[in-house]
């Protein structure tokens, strides 16, 4: 990628992120952490938001990708476009299952079974992509599910532990997980505002179709609601999802699931300085170790070599 012709902050802003890729997760997992924020504050239900965020977000990747294609001149191809549909499929069953679960379980349930993400991904990129983070990353991830599981046992009334409701929770984890790393496999067929454009227009679609099955009333939204759902296709699903899915591609898989795990903590952090909320004293010690245990994963010896392959791929390219 080369920033020779960007002129001003722009230019600066690609130099920076093609230096430091691994900087630009942590921006992606700080953005991210203001959806909950924005929803907390919605009276519709899952469904609506859904459909209306994702609606509102695909005119948004559609003029991007346009953008990109013609300012680099490069046209996905055809297998680009496939793995960006099948992308789509995914991300709309971890939409569906989260959906479902939020309805059939408590929020703490789907939260603590998100801690679970990193695990996944792990399993899923031995046989993509070849990685294996080591013990010491392991040992240090454990930590930060332990600390991230802490955050969301306190910041709520507790488990539901509903059978069904569970089981979704971990269909969704298993969905998004596999969306994750098929958005870095994708990355090298296809420029990531034209991956989300045809990951989310499928998704989109196939949201819509399970929203009309189920006869959710999306034209009972409001207009509080609704502006909400622009924001969060715009800041998170726009800037925090391109940001994350062009770093994928000069990144090691399993890192970017890690120090999500802090988004509970940054949500909490958000919602004390904004809507006022109170933050527990337990809260703060669990984020303390969720912090140690991200730093500390990211900083291993494996995960330090693993980042320094995928920065000399990012170096060839540029």
């Excluded at 971890?94 to 801690?115: G, K």
């Excluded at 089981?167 to 870095?184: C, D, G, H, Q």
């Amino acid at each position: 990628m080369s920033t020779a012709t960007s002129p001003g902050a722009i230019g600066r802003l690609k130099a920076a992120a093609d230096t430091r890729p691994l900087a630009v997760v942590w921006l992606a997992t700080v953005i991210f952490s203001t959806g909950p924020v924005m929803v907390a504050t919605m009276s519709n239900d899952g469904v609506v938001i859904a459909f209306w965020r994702m609606w509102a977000g695909v005119p948004v990747l559609g003029l991007l990708a346009t953008f990109q294609i013609r300012a680099s001149g490069r046209r996905p191809t055809r297998r680009g476009w496939r793995l960006a549909a099948v992308a789509g499929i995914v991300f709309a069953l971890h939409q569906i299952a989260l959906m479902e679960s939020l309805r059939r379980t408590t929020v703490v349930d789907v939260t603590l079974m998100n801690t679970l993400a990193p695990v996944v991904v792990a399993v899923l990129a031995v046989p993509m992509f070849g990685e294996r983070p080591g013990v010491q990353f392991r040992l240090w991830s454990l930590v930060a599910m332990a600390g991230a599981a802490a955050v969301a046992v306190v910041g709520s009334s507790g488990p539901g532990g509903q059978p069904l409701g569970m089981s979704l929770a971990a269909a969704n984890v298993v969905a998004y997980s596999a969306y994750f790393v098929m958005s870095k496999q994708a990355r090298q067929d296809i420029d990531t505002w034209p991956f989300l454009f045809g990951a989310l227009g499928t998704a989109t679609l196939l949201v819509t179709a399970f929203g009309l099955t189920i006869h959710a009333p999306v034209a009972d939204i409001s207009l509080h609601d609704l502006a909400l759902c622009i924001a969060i296709a715009v800041l998170p699903g726009a800037v925090g999802h391109g940001a994350m899915t062009w770093a994928l591609r000069y990144v090691p898989a399993n890192i970017p699931p890690v120090i999500m795990l802090l988004i509970p903590l940054l949500a909490g952090v958000l919602a004390w300085l904004i809507a006022g909320q109170t933050v527990k004293l337990v809260t703060i010690a669990g984020g303390i170790i969720t912090v140690a245990g991200v730093l500390g994963a990211v900083r291993s010896p494996a995960a330090q070599s693993l980042s320094a392959v995928e920065s000399l791929d990012l170096a060839e390219s540029t």
